[in-house]
């Protein structure tokens, strides 16, 4: 058996005296889609900080390769730097695109012609290519997230994670981040651990999905994608509800837990999109995947 790209054990992390995570036992294989979902206050991000070495748990164990390096600087330095982390939020330099991109090649001391090669295909990779000049603080949101995500692929990570990468984006942007996701995934052969609470986004990307609800582990899926079928337009509400084969309760209240575009389920049965198939503000809900 193969030993996990990431492994947490006895995973405990507390803030004022308050036990935020708890996690037992958590295995994320090499080359795996992960997906950590759960409502706000889950413990999410808290636990993709700890997953990329950026905070210390206070207790338990991280394993990266069969390796704790938590109490050793140079093997904490090694992991960080084979893995990469971009926020909800990317930071964005007051400079070109360019210069964006190549920020973790220079801060490793490669040679010019290759940080040019690598800056170039990531950009491309994106669907960024021409950017190179362009003031980088002047780009859209969606156009802003997908530099950080050029950057963070320039330098081949082994891992990459992703905290709610589409937030706050429109559709199309929504769906040019996803595409980029599977390419990433796919085609690059990158573990990828994404942090959501959008639950139509896990559905669409499919993978090893965990549950998380008040920083515990209530359940893990491997889902299949939904893949796209022509025409473009029926992407994606039509595949979801043609796919809701497996539906999780994950039990919350609408319009508190979750927004009103969740499909939900009540009794065991489930409901349709529309305004007028939907409970009121506060009702439990069970959203679908």
Known sequence: MSTPKLRARELQKFYNGRKILDIKDLAIEKGELCLIVGPNGAGKTTLLMLLSFLDLPDRGEVYYDGINPNGSKSA????????TLVMQRPVIFKTTVFKNVAYGLRVRHLRRGLIREKVTRSLSLVGLSGYEDRNALNLSQGEAQRVALARAIAVEPEVLMLDEPTANLDPANIRTIEDLVRLINRELGTTVVIVT???????RLGGHVIFLSKGTIIREEWLPQITPQTPSDLWPDEAIEGEMLNLTTFRGKLGTDYPPDVVERRRGTALKPGPENRPANGAPVFPTL
């Open 197 to 203: 609470h959008d639950m139509l986004q896990v559905r």
């Open 76 to 83: 904490l330095l090694s992991v960080r730097r084979r893995l």
